[in-house]
């Protein structure tokens, strides 16, 4: 789409432009630049002797274990944080649908807990799982489970995954919501009508309309586990006990500020890059086709 | 409703509050945990019932901090939170604005490629950057800084995206009657366009002020003093190893005070929350 009505200046455009294209330039593009740059060298501890190396800091990486695991360790989170949210924002957002009485109650005290940042929701979490002095793991080891996700990996997975999904309820719920909004009534009447039951009529008429809503929020829910969960890791698990929950977004973090491996940080980035981009067009193309059956 | 099912509704609406209430409750437990003692807490099973320390607990919060080595004002901490979260929402939407403007409104050399590198930066999230970023900020001075915050985060290629959508939509009549009427190009955007941007700008401006305010990475990364900590770091410094090390009373109090801000913004201003967030999805 493009308007036909223009207005012309030689230098206007350009000026206007100018500050966007500075900060991406600055803040985005060089440190990009300078990421791939730094992934072909080595540097020594104290970033006095650089050499270039070729492709070895990612022949290194990929023979990693620790590596290797973390990418597993980052499948199975967005995996669980993805499908655990969107299935608990569905349900909520089906009865959502049904309620008029008090819907936007209901709706106001469903959507807060999207302002709650990431490291604050993990801090939250963490409180109430505490190995020591937590509520609920009071509840849980009086009904005869040991709970330390300190030092149990399967329990730090879960809990961070549970502070991960209750931050991004809200956000599924709403688009969710909006989903069931805009389908049309007469369908779902005239399949009442034919004599189906809620439950048949929800799996054959509402899920399969939904599916475009399900599978943009599939693509972001999974670029959500990816890369805003840093501050629930952060602020919880620190990617512990021994790297359970150690993600790929993390584990870039811990190896070039904690332990200063630029090299192999700076390769780490550059294979996250290339996530980011198979999903940025994945996340496009869903929404451009609007996935319709 | 397509059909009258009394027992369907009277599950939706349980299945709902059993909903709000599994969400609400780790915010229960942080609001009753900063109303009492740090001993009250320590005993467990904790008390589940307000306790009356609550305005020592957040006075504390606000002027001094936990106990520790990383004590800060929280007040402080808030402050910068605030400062951050508003000059970025700003930020975003005055430069997007003008460059959409530009995309829309101009024909000129390389406009799409622009555009592109625009869009392009959606790829590059600051996770996947920290290093190099943190070297040019570093090299320019912007440690500790409210620049050094702020200017980095404000490229934006969602609200640059918003605006475009909503610049194509603007009837053409009323820049062909501007230009019959010989307004030039900035006029008719101060005129025409920013009175009729106003709904998005709001809807836009709820959005990023909650990414600002929330944004953790980043300032973990760039600020080292004290005094320009933002309330959510702020928390994080304040938690030290063991349970019992832990002044959880006032990390508690702190915990909601860092919360509240964003949330309040989100329930009051709710319906352009909801407009923005669906639509710099689109």
Redesign the interface.
């Not at chain 1, 308007?3 to 030689?10: G, P």
């Not at chain 1, 209901?106 to 929701?121: D, Q, S």
């Given at each position: 789409?493009e308007?036909?009505?223009?207005?012309?200046?030689?230098w206007?455009?350009?000026a206007?432009?100018a500050?966007?294209?500075a900060?991406?330039i600055?803040?985005?593009?060089?440190?990009?630049a300078?990421?791939i740059w730094?992934s072909f060298q080595l540097q020594d501890a104290f970033g006095l002797h650089t050499e270039f190396v070729g492709l070895k800091n990612f022949s290194d990486l990929l023979r990693d274990g620790n590596y290797l695991a973390s990418f597993k360790t980052t499948a199975v989170f967005s995996v669980l944080v993805a499908g655990s949210g969107i299935a608990?924002s569905l349900?909520?957002a089906t009865?959502?649908d049904?309620?008029?009485r008090?819907a936007l109650a209901?709706?106001?005290?469903?959507?807060?807990?999207?302002?709650?940042?990431?490291?604050?929701?993990g801090?939250?979490?963490a409180?109430?799982f505490?190995?020591?002095?937590g509520?609920v793991t009071?509840?849980i080891r009086k009904a005869g489970y040991n709970w330390d996700w300190v030092l149990q990996g399967d329990q730090a997975m879960l809990l961070v995954v549970m502070a991960a999904t209750?931050k991004q309820?809200s956000?599924n719920f709403?688009?969710f919501l909006?989903g069931l909004q805009s389908i049309p009534?007469s369908l779902?009447?005239a399949a009442?009508i034919d004599g189906a039951g809620?439950a048949r009529?929800f799996w054959t008429i509402v899920f399969p309309l939904l599916s475009p809503t399900t599978f943009?929020l599939l693509v972001?829910n999974i670029v959500y586990a990816f890369?805003d969960t840093?501050?629930v890791i952060?602020?919880t698990t620190q990617g512990g006990p021994a790297g359970a929950t150690q993600i790929l977004?993390y584990k870039?973090?811990y190896d070039?500020?904690k332990s200063a491996d630029?090299g192999g940080?700076?390769a780490q980035?550059v294979i996250?890059?290339l996530i980011?981009?198979a999903l940025?067009v994945a996340q496009f193309r869903f929404?451009e086709r609007k996935v319709q059956y | 409703?397509?059909?009258n099912?009394p027992w369907?509704?009277v599950?939706?609406?349980a299945?709902?509050i059993a909903?709000?209430a599994v969400?609400?409750?780790?915010?229960y437990?942080?609001f009753v945990?900063s109303t009492l003692t740090l001993d009250q807490?320590?005993q467990?099973?904790?008390p589940?019932l307000p306790g009356d320390r609550l305005w020592e607990n957040y006075s504390r919060a606000l002027t001094a901090g936990a106990s520790g080595a990383a004590a800060a004002p929280v007040g402080r901490m808030m402050l910068n939170s605030l400062v951050m979260a508003v000059a970025i929402a700003l930020g975003k939407i005055?430069?997007?604005l003008?460059?959409s403007?530009?995309?829309?409104?101009?024909?000129?050399p390389f406009?799409n490629f622009?555009f592109w590198?625009?869009f392009?930066?959606?790829?590059?999230?600051v996770?996947?950057?920290?290093?190099?970023?943190y070297?040019?900020?570093s090299d320019l001075g912007m440690l500790n800084s409210y620049v050094g915050l702020t200017?980095?985060l404000?490229?934006s290629a969602t609200a640059?995206f918003l605006f475009r959508q909503f610049f194509?939509t603007i009837p053409?009549e009323l820049?062909?009657a501007a230009?019959i009427d010989g307004a030039?190009?900035?006029r008719?955007f101060f005129d025409v366009v920013l009175p009729l941007s106003k709904t998005s700008m709001a809807a836009l401006f709820v959005i990023q002020f909650?990414y600002g305010?929330?944004?953790?990475?980043w300032p973990?990364?760039i600020t080292t003093e004290e005094s320009m900590y933002t309330a959510?770091?702020g928390?994080?410094r304040m938690?030290l190893g063991g349970?019992?090390l832990t002044e959880?009373n006032v990390?508690?109090a702190t915990?909601m005070l860092?919360?509240l801000p964003?949330?309040l913004?989100?329930?009051l201003m709710?319906k352009w929350?909801?407009k923005g967030?669906?639509e710099t999805?689109?």
């Open positions: 789409m308007k036909r009505v223009v207005f012309r200046s030689a206007l455009p350009y206007l432009l500050p966007q294209i900060v991406t600055i803040f985005f593009f060089w440190p990009a300078q990421a730094f608990v349900v909520l009865m959502a049904r309620v008029i008090g209901y709706k106001t005290l469903l959507i807060w807990p999207y302002a709650v940042a990431p490291a604050v929701a801090v939250l979490w409180f109430l505490a190995p020591s002095i509520i009071y509840v209750w309820i956000y709403l688009f909006a009534r779902v009447e009442a809620p009529r943009f972001v890369f840093f501050g952060d602020s977004v870039v973090y070039g500020v630029l940080s700076s980035s996250l890059m980011v981009i940025t929404i | 409703m397509v059909e099912r369907l509704t599950m939706a609406h299945v709902l909903g709000i969400i609400a409750f780790p915010l437990v942080t945990a807490i320590l467990v099973p904790m589940l005055a430069i997007s003008i460059a403007f530009a995309i829309v409104y101009f024909r000129f406009r622009f590198m625009i392009v930066t959606l790829m590059l999230p996770e996947v950057r920290i290093i190099p970023t070297k040019v900020v200017l980095p404000i490229a640059t194509l053409e820049a062909e230009r030039g190009p900035m008719f909650i305010w929330n944004q953790y990475l973990l990364l959510v770091i928390i994080k938690i349970d019992a959880w990390v508690m915990a860092a919360l964003p949330a913004v989100v329930v709710q929350f909801v967030l669906v999805e689109k």
